[in-house]
Each structure stands twice: as C-alpha cells, then as structure tokens.
C-alpha cells in the first residue's frame, strides 16, 4: 500500500497526480477463505479490516452485491457519539468513540472525524431528568458529558430558538464535547484501502444467494459469481439481514424500515456542532462543504424500498425549522432514504447462530455509523476466536428469549 | 404518499391520517402462562419482515379510529387490499405465486417484474435459475 503523507503530494505533483495507485484491487474470487464476511459497508469493513490487521486472519474476502458504500454508510448523517445509558452499550459505543479518536492516523487517510460535540436537547421536565439520569451514568462509566440549561445551549448555538416564544421551549441539554462527525464514504473507503493493504478481497457485484450448511454447520456460500467456501461466515447486512437469515433458516427479531436524511444547498458557516432533539424530533449539523445535514425518524411502516415517504420529510423540516427559524428558506438539494434493520430494544444483535460457524452483527437500526470501527472490531475478535467478544456478549440473540434485553429507546437519540 | 382504502370508512384517504402497527394475524399465546421462554420471546419480539407481500396491523388514527389489515409490497409499496379485522386475507404471497404460474406470466429476462409481484412469484417464472 502507497502511504499517504504530505511528502507523497508533493511527490505525485511532480506527476501530476497521474500515477496513484488504485485504494483497492478488484480480484476473482478464490474457491475458498478462511472467513468470508457478507457485506461490503462501514462494518463489514472494519471486521475485514481488525481480523487482518490485528487477529492476524488475512485469508479473508468481502462479499458485497453493490458497490462499497453504497448502502446506509454513505447515506447517513455521520453522528458519532457514545452517550447511551445502560452500561452494556456505553461499553461498545465508548469502545468505538476511542477507536475513532486514533482512526485517521491508524488507517493513513482521512476520515475528517470532527469532535465538535453533540447536544441532545431536552423540551419538558421528564426530558431534562432523563438527560440527568443519562450524563450522570455516563459519566459513571467514564463517558464525558455535562448537563446544560438554556443559557448554556443558547452560548453554543446562537443562531437557534431557545426563547420562551418557541411552541416546545428548549430547557436544557445533555453536552458531549467528544462527540462528532466524520465523513461517512471515507470510512468506507479507509478501511476497504487498509484490509485490502493487508491480503482481503474485496468482491464488489457479487451476491449471496444461498448458505452451504451440511449437519448444522456452515461450510460457505452460493453467490452469483459460483461458490465460495470458508468455515466461519459474518452476515453484516443491515437492512437486509432479515433475507439472509431466513436463507439459513433463521430467524431474527428485526423489522427493516426506510430512515430518511437530507442535505441542503451549501450555506457559509452557520452551526458549528451537531443538535439533537428527541421532543421535536430532528438532528441536524453542517459539514465542511456547508450543507446543513438533517435528519429524523424512520418511516413507520416496513419497507426494502430506499426511499422515504413525503409526509417524514415535511415533519422533519417542521422539526428543524422549529429549533431554527433562521433555516426556514434553506433549500434542500438531496434527499436519501437507507433500510434500517430496527431491533425491538434499540440495541444491536452480535451473535452466534444455531448453525455453527454462522455469525450476525446487525439490528444497529437508526444508530450504527457511529459504531463502525468498534462493531468491527469485536466482530473480529470475535470471529478469530469462535467465541463472542465480552463487549459483544450481551448482545446475543437469545436475550429475546431470556428477557436480558439492552433498552437503549431513551438514549438512541430520537424515538424509533 | 399512500392513498389508504379504510375498510370501516369505505373512502380513500392519505397516509397522514393512520398509523402503521406491525405485522398482522399475530395470535396471542392461549395460555400464556404455559408458554416456554422460547415461545413467548417469539410472539413478543420475532416478526416475518418479508422482503415482498405484508400483510400489516393499521389504525385509521385520525378517522374511524378503527384497527384495520393492509396487504403490502414491501419493495414497491404497492397496497393490494384492505381488509377489517377478523377477516383473512385474499391475495397473499402464495395465491400471487399460483395466477401467475397459470396465467402464464412472463419476467424480464433476468430483471424483477415489481408491480404486484411477489418474490416467489418471481422465482417460479424464472426457473430454478434463480
């Protein structure tokens, strides 16, 4: 792999810039690995990526049926944060806040991880308790965070409505100055160059149709592009996972729905942070080209469409232009929508199977973009060892049938 | 925008005005009591998230405010019938699967027929090549 630095610039100037080296190969398959991971987005990535670099599993190949990035990781609004309230996933969400904060320098290219803060706002008094309740167990597990009243919010956000005039009058906010956002295709591409860098294929086009299992054991894949085989197989396929599954014969407990985000024309620079609001129901930042980046709730109904309907764009502007009046002719030039996989407890599903060597991380529904390096992560680990990750363990499957569920709906940030 | 047939109503009207429920014809364990922590983990959070024919629990929340059964494409969203509560449905994945095959339908050679097509159906006109 061709390291990036400033010497390299001036170096390929000389040439001008007609001599890099491609980020990635695009190779055949190989009839067998030792672990194929199915799906080519942020963690599907990673997990190539930590099993090469530091489980030292490099006979490993992507399977992905698009092209990478081309699912949620690039159609999301990059929040990065770890303020959760339950111990289970403040301990996954900081395990990967941390990998963030040395992921540029690890991966040699830039992720544009902007620690610029998150503020979740709170509207009624249940909401400010709430906060209260969430910044203090934060902080129990070593998770800064600050509670703020109004002054405090309106000092960070002048350009907001934090007046007494607003129809749901902002009383206060949880604070994480850790918090961020990062650009969501260069994770992608960061960690497709550094697995690749490291021995992965990385098969772009290439479907997964079917399981091989023979006496309860995977043994590989039908895809579109003949068989491949590998004894451990990791499915992270978000939206789609519920399709993967019931071709193994699983099933799981997710609902997959259309999440909606947008951005509007490039403004100068106007909100230096990144604003959550669960009572009004919209986040929106601006990232360093200038669009404002917004977005909100999910469609309520199922969908595999990836699209979203018009009535949750109008109730998301209506939420944004409520905390912000001063974006109410702001025009809005792209719109997404992605298919989450929503789990009943807002929390994700790292699990073994009943069919053994068949491994799921999935159910991030709504939040998963900030969980890409340290999803990928304890899925490697957890893949290179054959046994769940300690991180991961709580996040099995079966908690659906014990009762040991992670109800994270207060903290995820906006109502599912 | 969904234009939504209310059942109870019998009128078309838009999507803003119902609340979407979760899967239908979900049957609530006889005797609860006897279930096994299996059983009860299933009804309470495992649900079908069909990637084709849905047949889905509405309310009409800002009408009748009666619950009501929606059958659905989850890929184009076409709505294929409206049915009250109670009633089966008539159109589902599998009775799509059979008119097709005996009307004969034809698939774009290697493409996905999208209106009103179930994914069975699909596969059955393309052979077992898919």
């Known amino acids: ?416 | 925008m969904f234009y939504i047939h209310c059942p109870y109503c019998g009128e078309h009207r838009e999507e803003e005005e119902f609340h979407p429920k979760g899967q239908a014809h979900i049957a609530r364990p006889a005797d609860p009591a006897a279930c096994s922590d299996e059983e009860w983990g299933d009804y309470l959070f495992f649900r079908d998230n069909p990637r084709g024919i849905h047949h889905e629990l509405w309310v009409h929340a800002v009408g009748c405010r009666k619950f009501f059964n929606i059958t659905r494409h989850t890929v184009t969203y076409e709505i294929l019938e409206t049915y009250r509560m109670g009633e089966q449905p008539t159109i589902t994945a599998e009775s799509l699967a059979r008119a097709e095959k005996s009307a004969g339908v034809q698939v774009a050679n290697g493409g996905q027929q999208t209106v009103g097509a179930s994914d069975s159906a699909v596969k059955d006109s393309k052979g077992a090549k898919v």
Request: charged fraction near 20%; charge should be neutral.
């Open chain 1, 1 to 416: 792999m061709q390291r990036y630095s400033g010497f390299g610039l001036v170096k390929h100037a000389l040439s001008h810039h007609e001599n890099w080296e491609r980020q990635w190969r695009n190779p055949t398959p190989k009839k067998a690995y030792d672990v194929i991971i199915v799906g080519g987005g942020g963690h599907g990535l990673a997990t190539a990526y930590y099993l090469a670099k530091e489980f030292g599993v490099r006979n490993v190949a992507v399977i992905e049926k698009g092209w990478l990035g081309g699912g949620n990781t690039a159609r999301n609004t990059t929040i990065v944060r770890s303020n959760y309230l339950w111990d289970e996933a403040a301990a996954l969400y900081e395990h990967s806040m941390k990998l963030w904060e040395g992921l540029s320098q690890d991966l040699n290219y830039n992720v544009m991880f902007s620690q610029r803060g998150v503020l979740n706002l709170g509207h009624t008094l249940q909401d400010m308790r709430d906060i209260q309740r969430r910044v203090n167990a934060n902080r129990l597990n070593g998770i800064d965070g600050e509670v703020l009243d109004a002054k405090g919010v309106q000092a960070l956000v002048p350009i907001m409505d934090c007046s007494k005039n607003a129809r749901y009058p902002v009383m206060g906010a949880s604070w994480q100055p850790r918090a961020g956002v990062a650009r969501h295709d260069a994770v992608a591409w960061g960690f497709a160059r550094g697995a690749d860098a490291h021995g992965v294929d990385i098969l772009q086009q290439t479907e997964v149709t079917g399981f091989k299992i023979r006496d309860g054991q995977v043994y590989g894949v039908h895809t579109n592009r003949g068989d491949i085989e590998a004894k451990t197989v990791g499915c992270v396929t978000a939206g789609n996972s519920g399709v993967l599954a019931k071709m193994a014969g699983i099933k799981l407990p997710l609902e997959s729905h259309p999440l909606q985000a947008l951005v509007s024309e490039p403004l100068k620079p106007v909100l230096d942070t990144v604003v959550m609001s669960n009572h009004v129901h919209g986040y929106i930042s601006q990232s360093d080209k200038g669009d404002l980046v917004i977005g909100a709730g999910i469609d309520g109904y199922n969908g595999y469409g990836q699209r979203g309907s018009y009535p949750t764009v109008e109730h998301t502007l209506q939420a944004i232009v409520e905390m912000f009046p001063i974006f109410s002719r702001v025009r809005m030039n792209r719109q997404w929508g992605g298919i989450v996989d929503t789990c009943p407890d807002a929390c994700p599903i790292l699990s073994k199977t009943k069919v053994k060597g068949l491994y799921f991380n999935c159910g991030w529904g709504t939040g998963g973009f900030k969980a890409t390096p340290g999803s990928g992560h304890v899925f490697a680990a957890s893949l290179a060892k054959g046994e769940m990750h300690p991180i991961a363990a709580p996040f099995s499957i079966d908690r659906f049938n014990t009762g040991a569920l992670v109800d994270e709906h207060g903290a995820a940030g906006v109502a599912h």
